[in-house]
């Protein structure tokens, strides 16, 4: 019987490394911000629905996939190592964190070397798929984090994320909310990195997108933007649960209002999302 794989949740051709990043030419912003989420399912196949930081998963089967997503959302270069952990009653099954994903592995626990990020084109979100074994229906925790990075991390809230993980081979299957359909998707407000940009950087604009409390990859992402009166094209990025726009300020723009907006679609939704900021 054929064995599953871990595998890159990255879809773009041409990825072979475990991460694939997303940036753009110039000058970056100061910090590096890495967003790590995770989430379960009783398959190791086809794009994770992953789950919000806290949140709690069911799944039908003691053997099933847990996955770990890390997403690039400030294209700075940088290193970085992460860990995940398998609460009390789960084990590694028949595919677990190996050295050909940079990874050692104990029977709970998995370390991996993330491989240079780097700010190149390409895709911002990566990961694995590994198989896990339960003892019994019940109750069990998983963990992913960051345990280490080359440069200071705009936002550490990100760093890591946990859910609890409902094992129950007699559930029966998940019913839509009331009232039918799919539950809508929701977008943050627009943050910026740098959070005090200056003319002449490169900024990123990021909307966080959720729905349901998993993370949902936005489509359809346009950017725009004017500092001063004068227009700048952006480079639209996808990630799961993040639209984020790479814009290249100019440096006459000091000391005045960059304005802009990020338009996207998720869930069968359209949303735009604007920001202003006074650059130094």
Same mark, same amino acid.
Request: hydrophobic fraction near 35%.
């Given at each position: 019987m054929r064995r599953a794989r871990s595998r890159s949740l990255g879809a773009l051709g041409g990825c072979v490394a475990v991460v694939c990043l997303a940036g753009t030419a110039g000058a970056a912003p100061s910090a590096v911000d890495v967003a790590v989420n995770v989430g379960a399912s009783v398959t190791g196949t086809g794009a994770p629905a992953l789950a919000a930081n806290g949140s709690t998963v069911t799944v039908k089967s003691r053997n099933f996939y847990v996955f770990v997503d890390v997403a690039l959302i400030a294209p700075v270069a940088a290193k970085a190592t992460i860990r995940a952990e398998l609460g009390s009653g789960l084990t590694w099954g028949a595919d677990s964190p190996d050295p050909t994903e940079q990874c050692t592995s104990t029977p709970t626990t998995g370390e991996c070397q993330i491989p240079d990020l780097q700010p190149i084109t390409g895709q911002s979100s990566a990961g694995w798929f590994w198989n896990v074994v339960a003892a019994q229906n019940g109750m069990y925790t998983f963990r992913a984090g960051l345990t280490a990075i080359s440069d200071t991390d705009s936002d550490p809230s990100n760093d890591a994320s946990s859910i609890t993980i409902v094992v129950d081979e007699s559930a029966p299957p998940t019913q839509p909310p009331p009232g039918g359909g799919a539950a809508a998707a929701k977008a943050s407000g627009v943050k910026l990195s740098p959070t005090r940009p !200056? $003319? #002449?950087?490169? /900024? /990123? $604009?990021? &909307? =966080? &997108?959720? =729905? #349901? #409390?998993? $993370? /949902? =990859?936005?489509? *359809?992402?346009?950017? +725009? $933007? +004017?500092? *001063? #009166? &004068? !227009? &700048?094209r952006g480079t639209p990025r996808a990630a799961s649960g993040v639209a984020s726009c790479l814009f290249k300020t100019l440096k006459s723009a000091k000391g005045k209002t960059m304005s802009g907006s990020i338009s996207f679609r998720a869930g069968g939704s359209a949303f735009t999302k604007r920001f202003a900021t006074k650059l130094g």
């Open positions: !200056k $003319a #002449g950087s490169t /900024v /990123v $604009a990021s &909307v =966080r &997108v959720t =729905r #349901g #409390g998993s $993370a /949902v =990859r936005p489509s *359809g992402i346009t950017c +725009s $933007a +004017s500092m *001063g #009166g &004068v !227009k &700048v």
